[in-house]
C-alpha cells in the first residue's frame, strides 16, 4: 500500500520523465495570474521595504494583481518554507466534556499557488520532502499543504551577491516545481515538471521553442552558473566536521553568537519545532500548537529535570552545523543547506556559513 | 478554480483510511492522533514515582497494540502537554500497559495528580527495542540505576517469562538509599524465581538496610560469566552506565552486546522535531536503546 503512495508522491514531486520545455509570452504570464488564477490564492516575492542603502527588501506575501510582484527579485528575505511549514501550526484540537476528551485533527487543503521561487527555494523544498514526505512517519500535515500548493520558480538573473548555492548543488532544479521560467527577453522559457504544470500553461498559449530560444536559454545560464564569487568546499566536511568537533573555533563563533535563532527562522531547510498546548479561557478547549523552534535556542535540548545536553552557545551553534552538514549527509546523502545565505544576513553578529565553514577548513 | 487545481485530500490516501497498524514505520497516518487509554490504577512507588496501569478504551486498539521491551509512548495529557514515557511492563500481558513516571515537570506533575478512571491519550509505541531473540541462549546481564529499573523492566519480565530460552540471568539493581527503591514489593517474588541472582545495593544505606552498600560496580566484582556468551542490558542515568559499561568491557564483553537506553527531550517521537537528535541519530528512531558502542560513537551523548 505504502509503496503506491510513494509512487504517487514522487509522481507528483518529482518527475523524471523528459522535461519538456516551451516559452510564454511576458504578458500572458500576466493574464494568467490576473485572469485565470484569480480566485485561487497567489504568493510571490513583494518588496516590502528598502534596507538603509536603499536596496529592496522583498518577502513571499500575497498578492492580488501580478503587477504587485517583482520576479527579478534578487532573494527573499524569509524563505517560501513558512507556506509548508508554518511557523505556527495547530496540530490538533481537544474539546473537553464531562471529564472525558475528543481531539480533531484537521490539514490544510485550500490551493494556492506560490510563484517567484528561485533554484536555492524549490532545492530546499525537495530537501523537506525528504523529511516530511517520504522518510519515515510521512507527515500529513506537510504533505496537505505541498500537493495543494502549485509552484511556479524562476531562474535567478544573476548570482546573489552573497549566496554560495552552486557550491551545494543548488543553483539548478531538476524537479520539486510544476513550472520553472527564464527570462530570456521579451519571452519566459519554461520547463514543466507536472502534468498539472502542463494543463495550467496550456491555458495561456504556450509556443515550442525555437532553436534560437534554445540558444539564448543555455547562454544566459551559462552566464549565470559562472558568475558566482561565493564559494564553500563540502565534499570533505562531513569528515571535517567530525575531525573538528573539538576545535577551539567554534568557541570563538559561539562568543559571537546571541543565541537568538534568527538563522534558523530565516533559512528554507531549518524545520526543528517544539509542541505545547493551550488551554481555553473557559477550560472547555485545548489546542495542540508546533512551533517552529531553534536549536540555538538555551532550552532546546534540556530535558525533565532540568538537564541540558548543550548548555554553552558554543555547542549549540556547533550542533546546527552538524546537523547541516553532517547528519543531514548521513540521512540523506546531501547536505541540508542550499547556500542561500540568508541566515548570515538576518545574523546580527555577522556570523555567516562561509566564513566559519571556511574557518574550520582552515585550521591546522 | 477547480478546474485548474484539483483540491488533494490526504485523509483520502489508501493508508489513511486504513486501520492503524501498531509498530509500522513508513505509513501515512493521522500521526498526531493519539488513542484513548484509561488509568485502571495508580501504584505509588516512592515520593517521586508512581506506576500508571493503563487500558485501551477501543477493544479493537487494545487488541491490535503491540510493542517490544525498550519502545517508547508518547503520553498525552490533554491540555497540558505529551512526554516520551518508556514501557515498563511485558509485551506479552495484552490487557494493560505500565508506566512507570517521575514527577520531573509541568506533565507528569500533573499526570501525578490523575486518578483512576482519568483518560489519557497514547501515541506510539516509538523507537527501537532490545534485541531479546538475539539474547536468548546467552547469559543476560540486566543492570539498572535510579529510574533506569522503569525501562529495564519490560525487557526483564520478558526475561523471566522465558526463562528457560536464557543462561545465566543476573539482575542488579542500585539506587541512592533506600527510599528510592522502585517496586521493593516486587524483589521477593522475583527472587523467588528459581535460578535468577538479583542484587540490590544502595549508596547511603538507613538503619533497617542489611544489603550491600556502594556503587552498583561493586556488585559487578563478585560474578564470573563467560563474556563471550553474555549479553548486557543497563540502564540508568549517563554517568551510571558509563562506569557500569566500562566494567563490563574489562571483563570482555563486546560493546557491541551492551544496550543502554537514551533520554532526550522528545516533541514528535517521530524524527521530525529534532530535539532528542544527538549528533546525526535522531534518539526516537535510531534509539532509545543503542548498543554501546554507537553511544560511545556519537558526540554528545553522555
Redesign the interface.
Not at chain 2, 514505520?25 to 493519539?34: E, M
Not at chain 2, 517521530?270 to 530535539?275: E, F, N, S, V
Not at chain 2, 537528535?277 to 541519530?281: K, L, V
Given at each position: 500500500m505504502f509503496s503506491r503512495l510513494l509512487i504517487a508522491v514522487h509522481h507528483h514531486l518529482r518527475k523524471d520523465l523528459i522535461m519538456i520545455f516551451k516559452t510564454i509570452a511576458k504578458e500572458d504570464l500576466k493574464k494568467l495570474f490576473d485572469v485565470h488564477l484569480k480566485d485561487i490564492e497567489c504568493v510571490g516575492p513583494k518588496q516590502v521595504a528598502a534596507s538603509g542603502g536603499g536596496q529592496p527588501i522583498y518577502q513571499f506575501l500575497p498578492f492580488e494583481s501580478f503587477d504587485e510582484i517583482n520576479l527579478d527579485h534578487e532573494k527573499t528575505e524569509y524563505s517560501a518554507k513558512t507556506y509548508f511549514i508554518p511557523f505556527r501550526e495547530t496540530l490538533s484540537s481537544f474539546k473537553f466534556n464531562n471529564g472525558d476528551w475528543t481531539q480533531e485533527i484537521n490539514y490544510r487543503k485550500q490551493p494556492r499557488v506560490l510563484v517567484g521561487l528561485h533554484p536555492c527555494d524549490i532545492n530546499a523544498l525537495v530537501k523537506l520532502d525528504k523529511v516530511f514526505a517520504k522518510d519515515f512517519f510521512p507527515y500529513p500535515y506537510y504533505l496537505s499543504r505541498r500537493k495543494n500548493t502549485f509552484v511556479i520558480g524562476i531562474d535567478c538573473e544573476k548570482p546573489c551577491s552573497d549566496g554560495f548555492c552552486s557550491s551545494l548543488s543548488a543553483d539548478v532544479v531538476t524537479h520539486g516545481f510544476d513550472l520553472f521560467l527564464r527570462d530570456i527577453g521579451d519571452k519566459y522559457f519554461v520547463k514543466v515538471g507536472t502534468d498539472r504544470g502542463f494543463n495550467l500553461l496550456n491555458k495561456i498559449n504556450p509556443t515550442d521553442i525555437t532553436p534560437e530560444e534554445r540558444k539564448t536559454y543555455r547562454k544566459k545560464t551559462k552566464e549565470f552558473l559562472a558568475g558566482f564569487e561565493k564559494t564553500i568546499r563540502v565534499e570533505n566536511l562531513p569528515n571535517t566536521l567530525d575531525i573538528e568537533f573539538e576545535s577551539g573555533g567554534w568557541k570563538k563563533w559561539g562568543d559571537k553568537c546571541l543565541s537568538c535563532g534568527s538563522c534558523s527562522m530565516v533559512c528554507p531547510t531549518c524545520y526543528c519545532y517544539g509542541v505545547s498546548e493551550q488551554v481555553s479561557m473557559d477550560f472547555k478547549k485545548a489546542e495542540k500548537v508546533k512551533q517552529l523552534y531553534s536549536c540555538n535556542l538555551f532550552d532546546f535540548a534540556q530535558v525533565a529535570g532540568g538537564y541540558n545536553f548543550r548548555p554553552a552557545r558554543e555547542t549549540r551553534l556547533k550542533y546546527r552545523y552538524y546537523h547541516q552538514h553532517r547528519g543531514f549527509v548521513e540521512s540523506f546523502g546531501e547536505p541540508m543547506c542550499v547556500g542561500c545565505n540568508r541566515c548570515g544576513r538576518a545574523c546580527l553578529a555577522k556570523i555567516n556559513p562561509v566564513d566559519v565553514i571556511s574557518d574550520l577548513q582552515m585550521e591546522l | 478554480?477547480n478546474a485548474?487545481?484539483?483540491?488533494?485530500?490526504?485523509?483520502q490516501?489508501?493508508?489513511?483510511m486504513?486501520p492503524l497498524d501498531f509498530n509500522r514505520?513508513?505509513?501515512?497516518?493521522?500521526?498526531?492522533?493519539?488513542f484513548k487509554a484509561e488509568i485502571t490504577n495508580v501504584i505509588r512507588l516512592t515520593e517521586m514515582e508512581k506506576l500508571f496501569q493503563l487500558r485501551m478504551v477501543n477493544e479493537d486498539e487494545k487488541n491490535r497494540f503491540t510493542f517490544l521491551p525498550g519502545q517508547f509512548l508518547m503520553v498525552e495529557l490533554?491540555?497540558?502537554?505529551?512526554?516520551p514515557i518508556s514501557i515498563s511492563c511485558s509485551p506479552s500481558i495484552k490487557s494493560s500497559i505500565e508506566l512507570c513516571i517521575?514527577k520531573?515537570?509541568k506533565v507528569?506533575e500533573a499526570l501525578h495528580k490523575a486518578k483512576r478512571?482519568?483518560?489519557v491519550?497514547i501515541r506510539g509505541p516509538f523507537g527501537t527495542h532490545f534485541p531479546m531473540e538475539k539474547m536468548k541462549k546467552h547469559n543476560v546481564l540486566l543492570i539498572a540505576g535510579g529510574l533506569g529499573l522503569a525501562p529495564l523492566r519490560a525487557p526483564m519480565s520478558y526475561v523471566i517469562e522465558n526463562r528457560a530460552d536464557f543462561k545465566d540471568v543476573y539482575i542488579f539493581y542500585g539506587a541512592k538509599d533506600p527510599t528510592q527503591l522502585l517496586f521493593d514489593y516486587q524483589y521477593e517474588q522475583w527472587r523467588r524465581i528459581d535460578d535468577i541472582h538479583l542484587e540490590i545495593i544502595v549508596e547511603k544505606p538507613d538503619e533497617l538496610w542489611t544489603g550491600p552498600v556502594g556503587l552498583i560496580t561493586k556488585l559487578l566484582d563478585g560474578i564470573e560469566v563467560d563474556p563471550d556468551e553474555t549479553y548486557a542490558i543497563v540502564c540508568g542515568p549517563p554517568v551510571m552506565f558509563k562506569f557500569v559499561c566500562d566494567r563490563l568491557k574489562e571483563m570482555g564483553i563486546p560493546m557491541q552486546r551492551m544496550f543502554v537506553s537514551l533520554?532526550?527531550?522528545m516533541?514528535?517521537g517521530?524524527?521530525?522535531?529534532?530535539?532528542c537528535?544527538?549528533?546525526?541519530?535522531y534518539t526516537c528512531?535510531d534509539g532509545p536503546v543503542l548498543d554501546y558502542w554507537s553511544v560511545m560513537n556519537l558526540?554528545?551523548a553522555i
Open positions: - | 478554480m485548474i487545481l484539483h483540491p488533494y485530500e490526504v485523509t490516501e489508501e493508508d489513511m486504513e514505520r513508513s505509513r501515512l497516518k493521522d500521526v498526531d492522533k493519539s490533554p491540555g497540558y502537554g505529551e512526554v517521575r520531573a515537570g507528569t478512571g482519568a483518560v491519550g533520554e532526550r527531550r516533541h514528535c517521530m524524527g521530525k522535531c529534532c530535539r537528535n544527538i549528533g546525526s541519530t528512531i558526540k554528545e
